[in-house]
């Protein structure tokens, strides 16, 4: 079956340390890799996005890591600040082109 | 260039009506998907048009069901509305499918009630 699974639901951080979220996925023809930030009553943002044939990509403070054998995918922020605080997805392509969801972050930065 | 559009924003609707919720593309993309968002289960998949064809489907019930018109323009109707149906209803469009990134409507809130 295809399954994106992400942890945590959860996170707080201080402003200014750096938070990972992670996401596994199940369907080995996976082959592209987006994270979308979701501020309180927006729609979902792109925000970086990753192709099976890259291991990493930066860009300024966030970072995504992709690890395609042990199927799971990362999201790095670093530096933290306040406007950071939002609810960030993974999500991963499946053999049908069909992009599916992990169920969510929620993203706390604390001052 | 315009965003995603959704139309209404905002909908309350009675248990065993049915309503259609309406998505207009950015201009040039192909690919309109629809998704369900409700607190807890994230982003569930309902389905995918690509030049008029649905290309994929999540697992939802027949109750829920879609189009795309030849200008891209896409509608999603849900009969037989129960209360489970209560979410943010969410468009996205892109240039193809499963290969490129989505850009996001605004959502229609649906309440039923």
């Known amino acids: 079956g295809e399954n994106v699974e992400q942890h945590p639901s959860t996170l707080s951080v201080q402003e200014g340390d750096s938070a990972v979220i992670k996401c596994t996925y199940s369907?080995?023809?996976?082959?592209?890799f987006p994270w979308y930030k979701q501020e309180l009553g927006k729609r979902p943002q792109l925000i970086i996005d990753?192709?099976?044939?890259?291991g990493e990509k930066k860009d300024q403070r966030i970072a995504v890591t992709l690890n395609k054998t042990a199927k799971h995918f990362s999201l790095h922020i670093t530096e933290t600040q306040p406007e950071d605080s939002a609810v960030y997805f993974c999500?991963?392509?499946?053999?049908?082109?069909?992009?599916?969801f992990g169920k969510g972050t929620r993203l706390h930065i604390l001052p | 260039k315009a965003g995603v559009t959704q139309t209404p924003r905002y909908l309350i609707k009675t248990r065993g009506q049915q309503v259609t919720l309406s998505c207009s593309p950015i201009s040039g993309h192909r690919s309109v998907s629809w998704y369900q968002q409700t607190p807890g289960q994230g982003l569930q998949f309902l389905f995918e048009?690509?030049?008029?064809?649905?290309?994929n489907k999540g697992n939802f019930p027949g109750r829920f069901s879609g189009r795309q018109f030849s200008n891209s323009r896409s509608e999603m109707n849900v009969s037989t509305l129960e209360l489970g149906d209560s979410a943010l209803y969410l468009c996205?469009?892109?240039?193809?499918?499963?290969?490129?990134?989505?850009?996001f409507g605004s959502g229609t809130r649906l309440t039923v009630v």
């Open positions: 369907d080995s023809a996976s082959n592209y």
């Open positions: 048009y690509f030049s008029e064809t649905q290309r």
């Open positions: 996205a469009s892109s240039l193809a499918l499963g290969t490129g990134s989505y850009t």
């Open positions: 990753i192709r099976s044939n890259v």
């Open positions: 999500a991963a392509s499946n053999r049908d082109d069909k992009i599916i």
